[in-house]
């Protein structure tokens, strides 16, 4: 988030600084809080319910990706930007509710994981102010981190979450997006239990396989992302599609380098993940 009080460095003035809502939202129906840490409440008007009763059994984690937190709130708030989250974390530790968690949030868009394709349905969203890609990239505060961690913790336990249905929005949308990117600590929200994380084998040269290959070996590779949960075809060949997943997954699982090459690394740390989910947790691959 752009801090618009460049002049002080007291945090807790940062803090108390009063949370934009948008015009039209002032007056919506407000609503209890699900997490007892959400400091604040700002109702969204884009929600629905979720498809078939379906009870959230995944969160999805993104970057706001806009310049200040003033257009994050309003874009996630105003009736007709057709996109919602249930929670926006701020980069000083503030945590707004804006969809109730028993409603269907618009959060995920085109996207698919483990068979699923209606995220939206089946996740809590969580928006992680941040200027995202586009805008420099930035650290992610730890007071913010540590808000993250305490919210997902706080989901897990209330929605039954398991640990490995902590995605990012690339995982789910790999075609689409890069959020929340690579420098968001995922192994620091793994050592408090949330999300699924192993050491990223290290990088040594050797065969990898990369865009235009064709072989059993590509299938193989594609095999195995899709028992972890990637939305990737099984045909043997090494094509855009499968290149973003490689990217998505390197961007998760090992951020030291993103080039959508399935090197020895690469390939070492999606088999020490696939070996470290529970026995019934990896995804029946299905032709495609």
Not at 252 to 280: C, K, N, V, Y
Request: contains cysteine; charged residues 20%.
């Amino acid at each position: 988030m752009a801090s618009s009080s460049s002049s002080s460095g007291n945090a807790d003035s940062k803090r108390q600084r009063a949370l934009p809502v948008p015009k039209g939202v002032a007056d919506a129906k407000t609503f209890t809080p699900d997490s007892s840490i959400a400091s604040d409440v700002i109702p969204s008007a884009n929600f629905g319910d979720r498809a078939n009763g379906r009870q959230p059994d995944m969160i999805v984690l993104h970057y706001t990706g806009m310049p200040d937190v003033e257009g994050a709130i309003t874009q996630l708030c105003t009736a007709g930007t057709e996109v919602s989250a249930h929670y926006i974390v701020l980069e000083d530790g503030r945590i707004v509710q804006c969809v109730p968690e028993s409603k269907r949030a618009w959060h995920a868009g085109v996207s698919a994981w483990a068979g699923d394709d209606d995220i939206n349905s089946c996740s809590i969203g969580v928006e992680i102010v941040n200027r995202g890609h586009d805008w420099g990239y930035p650290d992610f505060p730890l007071r913010q981190i540590a808000a993250v961690i305490a919210l997902c913790r706080g989901i897990m336990l209330r929605r039954k979450v398991v640990p490995h249905r902590v995605l990012g929005h690339s995982d789910v949308a790999p075609a689409r997006k890069k959020d929340p990117g690579e420098k968001f600590p995922w192994h620091s929200l793994a050592n408090s239990g949330v999300g699924h994380w192993v050491q990223p084998a290290p990088i040594v040269r050797g065969d990898a396989l990369q865009l235009g290959a064709i072989s059993d070996s590509v299938s193989n590779m594609q095999a195995a992302f899709r028992r972890y949960g990637y939305n990737i075809p099984t045909n043997g060949k090494f094509d855009g599609p499968t290149m973003e997943v490689v990217t998505a997954f390197q961007r998760h699982f090992r951020p030291e380098r993103i080039d959508g090459i399935a090197d020895r690394s690469t390939m070492a740390t999606l088999h020490a993940l696939l070996e470290s989910l529970p026995p019934d947790a990896a995804t029946v691959v299905a032709s495609s």
